[in-house]
């Protein structure tokens, strides 16, 4: 089995695994300015992991032109992939190539979707360019998948993005398929974190807090799994909370296909307890709203965007309020600049933030012990490790504790 890396090869963002030429692995972007794609490609069969666009966001450039390749991936994969699309063409002007960067698709292709989707559940085995392919519960977010490729001498498992600790959305992963070869993520290879309840303890108090004084919790979230853990884990604590942003209509998403996610009653529940915003909503409100002793779930996670552009800097200058960041914040993100200076460039103004800035680490991936007692059922496998900053430094560890390991670059064919 021949394999070669079109991207997320040590690095995090465009993921994009080719088999023998012919089924291809994800296909995602790495969000920058302007952002980054891997190469073009032609294959037979494609399988999306998970609707994250470092996995899937490049997706329609797949069925450009007369190419219609199958897609397979979960009923949630398939709502998230076009969902991002979507606001990929917004933020890109206007759905057309030519606008603030070159998009690698247009709206055609987004729609072409439709032509040549197959959705599968969990542990379903179905055929994809001559494979036999079978998804696995990850444990990342709804519908996200680990991808068992056996072609009758080769069994490759790609973990994909995985979560082996539970949280209020979903649970951990327990799948551990056989497999001679295993594409292990590394994005938490050096990171021990503190367990889930510790986290959500701190959060929930903290924001109670908060609230209890006459402030205002601004919490802002990826709009894709974050969002709903985070609307949950207030509704668990009975904290008063708004949901605004890109959220609102992945929320939608998963209602629709609620047997992905580990509890659909608390999910509902939970849903009833927050109060959502819609598309019709104006700054006039969210500046309202920012007045309210309540907790704000919104969007962009890093302050990169959305109406957190708003809610931030009605808060920003009063100690008795609360910025909660909820993962992790990329270098040179407003989020980063704002935990390492406690300023940042917030929708093109320099601010100064007095109010008390705190982050919580909910990421949905494994850490260094969640990824090591995954791999422990592994050892006798060739793991290759993509997928993280430190990729090369993870194969070496994982070498000298006796694994036959190795950290490919992008591009070259390996033969496994």
Not at 43 to 63: K, Y
Not at 267 to 293: M, V, Y
Request: proline fraction near 5%; charged fraction near 25%; hydrophobic fraction near 35%.
């Amino acid at each position: 089995m021949d394999l070669r890396f079109l991207g997320g090869a040590r690095e995090v963002g465009r993921s994009a695994i080719l088999v023998d030429d012919s089924l291809l692995l994800d296909y995602g972007m790495k969000p920058g300015t302007p952002p980054g794609y891997p190469e073009d490609v032609a294959p037979d069969a494609v399988v999306v992991s998970h609707g994250h666009l470092d996995h899937a966001g490049a997706v329609p450039a797949l069925v450009a032109g007369t190419r219609r390749p199958p897609i397979h991936w979960t009923p949630p994969t398939r709502d998230l992939t076009r969902l991002l699309a979507q606001d990929t063409l917004k933020l890109q002007g206007g759905g057309e190539r030519g606008g603030r960067y070159d998009c690698p698709f247009t709206r055609a292709e987004v729609a072409a979707l439709g032509e040549v989707s197959e959705t599968h559940g969990y542990q379903e085995t179905f055929e994809a360019a001559g494979y036999e392919v079978t998804l696995y519960d990850a444990g990342h977010i709804p519908g996200s998948a680990h991808v068992l490729v056996d072609d009758g001498d080769t069994r490759l498992l790609y973990t994909a993005d995985f979560n082996t600790e539970d949280q209020r959305l979903l649970a951990g992963t327990t799948a551990r398929p056989d497999a001679d070869v295993v594409i292990t993520e590394a994005t938490y290879a050096d990171v021990t974190r503190d367990d889930r309840a510790s986290i959500e303890d701190a959060f929930a108090t903290s924001v109670a807090e908060t609230i209890r004084g006459g402030g205002t919790a601004v919490v802002p979230a990826f709009a894709v799994g974050r969002t709903q853990e985070l609307f949950m884990v207030c509704a668990a604590h009975d904290i008063p909370c708004y949901v605004d942003g890109m959220g609102v209509a992945v929320t939608e998403r998963f209602t629709q296909t609620s047997e992905f996610l580990r509890d659909a009653d608390a999910f509902q529940a939970a849903r009833g307890h927050a109060r959502f915003l819609n598309k019709s909503t104006r700054n006039g409100q969210r500046k309202r709203i920012a007045d309210k002793p309540t907790a704000i779930v919104t969007t962009a996670g890093m302050l990169s965007g959305g109406p957190a552009m708003t809610y931030v800097p009605e808060i920003a200058g009063n100690p008795q309020h609360e910025l909660a960041l909820t993962g992790y914040q990329v270098e040179g993100t407003p989020g980063r600049e704002l935990l390492d200076t406690g300023s940042a460039e917030i929708d093109g103004r320099h601010l100064r933030v007095a109010a008390r800035v705190n982050s919580y680490d909910f990421s949905a991936h494994a850490d260094r012990e969640g990824l090591r007692t995954f791999l422990d059922d592994y050892r006798g496998s060739e793991v290759l490790v993509n997928h993280g900053d430190r990729c090369e430094w993870f194969a070496e560890q994982l070498r000298a504790d006796g694994f036959d390991a190795s950290a490919p670059d992008r591009g070259p064919t390996i033969t496994v």
